[in-house]
């Protein structure tokens, strides 16, 4: 297939990435946009579970099983479009038969509607109203974030309001990922057009009413920066605090523009103050976006290298990059693929301290190739390393201060980052 390298993230379903059970063909969650060479982030049997936190428009339903046995285990509904396969753009026996055939534990395949839709998902945009949902009970769902600017923030909907209906359907007890499916709307496979209409049922406390809302083409916000708590004007500093004008700034995923968002987000911060870069749950992206990301914190220099089939294959970041506030970077068992590649490149660079737990493990590189019934299968042509020589398939990124059961990681990541404040 033509076009650019990218890395493919499970899904913008935020949590811990499980590693596939017995040998089975790992079903994702994806969203955001396309290239030729890809770094695979995958979920096991926890895909469409609520167990993985908020789920987004923007977020993509999960692929259906393929004959290895892909599937999450869990009963909700394949991929939209999926489950009414004929010939043509939907066949995907090609691409199952290589994958079957190739014993490669991170291969995937995809119909081409499944590809089209992953590859869309990347650009890190999507038609939609705005919102996040999650599942709160055995059967409550509600709104869990709601997108500045959209639809359904002028309307005035609000993070925690519950979402009784979608166009009538009820959605109490369904999975997270079919309510979604209700808020894109639109054909199995696809999504409603730009200004189709969607009807929203909702209640907050007692009040019960009914929100008729406009789908708009919008943007995956990816990066998001939470002041960190310091001492009140006239009170005494805090050693263990971080120094006035820290922050938290998360990337929930690398999508089109998440380098870019996060360069503002971090131009943006008062100056003098630390920065906790929280990867925790990141499951990857598009490596172009890692690059750009590492580019932020680093003036120049090498950022990974990759295998591309024969040929060994560089990214440096660009020169020009903030190397003064003090960095602190925090991860965990979700931290995947190009996020591994994010901390190990500021770890081996000595810019940043890591901190929590081991990472995921997913370090190899898959490589799409469009079969003649128009599937796509994905096949591992190599692994990418740190520029220390690190390769993390498998064994994960190690941190710098491992975070112990029982521990608070942000707690135990702002005092380091406290210190490393007071030593700059």
């Known amino acids: 297939m033509s076009g650019t390298s990218k890395f493919v993230p499970h899904g ?12 089975r063909r790992p079903r994702r969650i994806l969203r955001g946009a396309g290239l030729t060479l890809v770094f695979v982030a995958v979920l096991g049997t926890g895909a469409v579970t609520e167990s993985w936190g908020d789920v987004a428009e923007g977020d993509a339903a999960p692929v ?54 992953l590859r869309q998902s990347l650009d890190g945009r999507y038609v939609g109203v705005g919102v996040s949902v999650r599942r709160t009970g055995a059967d409550r769902i509600e709104i869990a974030r709601v997108q500045p600017g959209s639809p359904a923030a002028k309307a005035g909907v609000r993070a925690g309001d519950r979402l009784v209906t979608v166009d009538g359907t009820g959605v109490e007890g369904r999975p997270v990922t079919d309510v979604v499916a209700l808020l894109r709307g639109g054909a199995p496979g696809e999504g409603a057009p730009p200004g189709s209409r969607v009807a929203l049922g909702l209640s907050r406390g007692s009040l019960r009413w009914e929100e008729g809302l406009e789908r708009a083409r919008l943007s995956v916000e990816t990066v998001t920066a939470i002041p960190l708590g310091a001492a009140s004007p006239g009170a005494p500093e805090d050693p263990d605090e971080p120094a006035a004008g820290a922050a ?19 131009e943006d911060l ?49 020169p020009g990059g903030d190397t003064a506030s003090p960095l602190v970077v925090l991860v965990d068992g979700g931290t995947m693929s190009a996020a591994e590649l994010l901390a190990g490149a500021l770890q081996d660079r000595g810019r940043a301290v890591v ?17 003649p019934d128009g599937s796509v299968a994905e096949l591992t042509v190599g692994h990418y390393t740190t520029p220390g020589g690190r390769t993390f398939e498998e064994g994960g990124l190690l941190p710098d201060l491992e975070v112990l059961p029982g521990q608070d990681a942000q707690e135990e990541a702002r005092t380091v980052l406290s210190g490393l404040a007071t030593r700059s």
């Open 12 to 23: 913008f379903v935020r949590g811990a990435a499980r590693a596939p059970e017995g040998g």
């Open 64 to 117: 259906s099983p393929g004959p290895a046995g892909a599937g999450s285990g869990e009963g909700g509904p394949p991929y939209e479009g999926a489950a009414h396969e004929d010939a043509g753009h939907d066949a995907v026996h090609d691409a199952e038969e290589l994958v079957s055939r190739s014993g490669d534990r991170w291969a995937a395949a995809y119909t081409a509607r499944e590809y089209a839709g």
């Open 248 to 266: 938290r700034v998360r990337i929930d995923s690398f999508t089109r523009g998440t380098g870019e968002q996060l360069r503002r987000a971090v």
């Open 270 to 318: 008062p100056p003098g103050g630390g920065i906790l870069l929280d990867l925790r749950g990141n499951s990857g992206g598009l490596v172009a976006e890692a690059a750009e990301a590492a580019s932020v914190f680093l003036d120049g220099g090498l950022v990974a290298t990759y295998g591309d089939g024969d040929t060994e294959r560089a990214l440096y970041a660009e």
């Open 355 to 371: 901190v929590g737990t081991r990472t995921f493990g997913k370090g190899s590189v898959q490589e799409p190739r469009e079969q």
